[in-house]
């Protein structure tokens, strides 16, 4: 515990301060009883002359000496102290000579000192400090039996007077130990809940779910940058819940008097969805936890969780389904060499063309499954977009102007393959639901209004996309042609979105309009990847 004790142990400089000021008004006092002598001061006998106005003047300018260097200079700490004891132990063992020894009861002023520097100094030095108390009492008081003729009997009383200084210094010593004890112990809590604060004040704030602490005026103590999102609040700490979310006060209400239930639906910001729910806590002031949640986001995550598991599932059965159907593939071709009539030449066209289409479902699946982790480059889409529609338009025959594009200086942040496999997918969709006349597709570059995005849309002058399947086109195997898969809406979209980008079906008055929306300024995903800008 010693050892404990002295690795913790610190100046306290504010405390000596305090001491220093008590003997500067304690000398000061010693003064003016000197200089204007009454007679509650002629029982200490000490009587006016130049030794003791000498001795007095001393003693104020070392006090006062000793406060300034205390506030001033933070500097050997124990060297000052035993100094200013030092000095005490003289003037105070020199007055109590002029005054007639122990009788006076001047030692009592040696009694305060010592506790007090008890209290500030190390414990070695408290005893040092006692014995030289000690000491300089029992010398000052022989002295004066040998040459004032001080009571022979008075040095029995200085030696109980010196072990008081004892007692003193080791009583407060303890005091000042355990007061120590104490302060480490309230300063290493107060760091440690500090900490936890710090720690609970980050964790509420990464949160995905909203969370606000309500207190029972209905004033919004605590309230993370996801809640405020979420019901578009501003100014909201220290705001009433009332005036920022009356739906939401008015729920929280009726929970509070016990007639309502401890979740609700409520209408947050930009028209989402949320559900709130409402916990008690213990704080002395019975604050409330209000919990939102984001419906539609938590149905978004349940739908890509179940598209997850149907992805594995459908890509495990396509790859027993590609085997067997490999051999009735070959099979048919094995049967196209009999000439049999018109009939099994119609089946066997029948069975190679839904061949052709179960193995492109299967190929579709297999390369979902394969999809890489994307890697996105910055891309100039005029020299990007260019030799795509080029291609395409040698791909499937199309005629001159058939394929059309409106290009703008603009850069975009997408993998350059993941790319080429979306417009490759919505322009394809494009050409078979449009007439493949000119300008029946079209890819138009646009910039989202100088807000760091950039839009792609592919328009065609088709038939467009019926209201009733417009919420059902991004869903896996879901086709309106006959010879569709189902999966190139479905893939586009997961491939966007593996590039922050997104895709969405725009209402046009004719034809099919789907935009890709993605970041034009800083590849913000690549992170461990290196981002290449193409010249």
């Known amino acids: 515990m010693v050892g404990w004790l002295s690795s913790t142990w610190e100046a306290n400089w504010r405390s000596f301060q305090y001491f220093n000021l008590y003997r500067l008004v304690l000398a000061t006092l010693f003064f003016l009883a000197i200089v204007f002598p009454h007679e509650w001061v002629s029982r200490l006998n000490l009587q006016p002359s130049p030794v003791l106005f000498a001795l007095t003047a001393v003693y104020m300018a070392t006090t006062l000496g000793g406060l300034l260097m205390a506030t001033h200079w933070h500097y050997h700490f124990n060297k000052q102290l035993s100094a200013q004891m030092g000095i005490d132990i003289v003037v105070v063992c020199s007055l109590m000579y002029m005054a007639g020894g122990v009788t006076s009861g001047l030692s009592v002023f040696l009694l305060v000192s010592l506790a007090a520097a008890s209290l500030v100094g190390r414990g070695h030095l408290v005893l040092f400090y006692a014995a030289l108390a000690t000491m300089a009492v029992l010398l000052s008081q022989s002295y004066g039996i040998v040459s004032k003729g001080f009571d022979q009997g008075s040095i029995v009383q200085a030696g109980f007077i010196s072990a008081g200084f004892f007692a003193t210094a080791v009583l407060a010593r303890l005091l000042g130990q355990r007061a120590m004890i104490n302060e480490d112990l309230a300063r290493r809590r107060g760091i440690a809940l500090d900490n936890q604060i710090r720690i609970s004040r980050r964790v509420v704030e990464r949160m995905q779910d909203g969370v606000l602490i309500v207190d029972q005026g209905g004033l919004v103590s605590q309230c993370n940058p996801v809640a405020s999102a979420m019901l578009g609040l501003s100014n909201h700490e220290g705001a009433r819940l009332a005036a920022q979310a009356p739906t939401l006060a008015a729920a929280l209400q009726l929970w509070i008097e016990g007639s309502g239930d401890g979740g609700i639906h409520i209408s947050g910001a930009e028209g989402r969805d949320l559900q709130a729910r409402f916990e008690r806590t213990t704080s002395s002031d019975a604050e409330v936890l209000v919990f939102l949640e984001d419906v539609g986001r938590v149905q978004e995550r349940a739908q890509q969780l179940k598209l997850a598991s149907l992805g594995r599932l459908t890509a495990s059965i396509a790859h027993e389904i590609r085997n067997p159907l490999s051999a ?99 322009l394809s969709n494009a050409l078979r639901h449009s007439s493949r006349g000119p300008g029946a597709v079209r890819i138009e570059l646009r910039d989202a209004a100088g807000d760091g995005r950039v839009e792609l849309h592919v328009l065609d002058d088709g038939p467009g996309v019926p209201d009733a399947v417009r919420e059902q086109i991004f869903e896996p195997f879901f086709t309106t042609h006959t010879k569709g898969t189902g999966l190139g809406l479905f893939i586009a979209r997961e491939l966007c979105a593996a590039n922050g980008a997104g895709l969405e079906l725009a209402t046009s008055v004719s034809g099919a309009h789907f935009i890709v929306a993605g970041r034009n300024d800083t590849c913000l995903l690549t992170e461990a990847n290196d981002v290449r800008e193409v010249k």
Not at 394 to 409: K, N, V
């Open 328 to 426: 009735i593939g070959y099979a048919g071709e094995l049967l196209k060499e009999e000439r049999r009539g018109d009939m099994q030449d119609r089946l066997l066209r029948i069975l190679n063309d839904n061949v052709i289409r179960l193995d492109r479902i299967v190929g579709d699946i297999l390369e979902l499954g394969r999809q890489s982790r994307a890697q996105p480059e910055l891309l100039r889409l005029n020299k990007f977009c260019t030799p795509f529609v080029e291609h395409l338009a040698a791909t499937e025959s199309l005629p001159h102007g058939g394929g059309a594009l409106e290009t703008l200086p603009l850069t975009l942040c997408f993998d350059r393959s993941h790319l080429h496999q979306v417009l490759w997918n919505l």
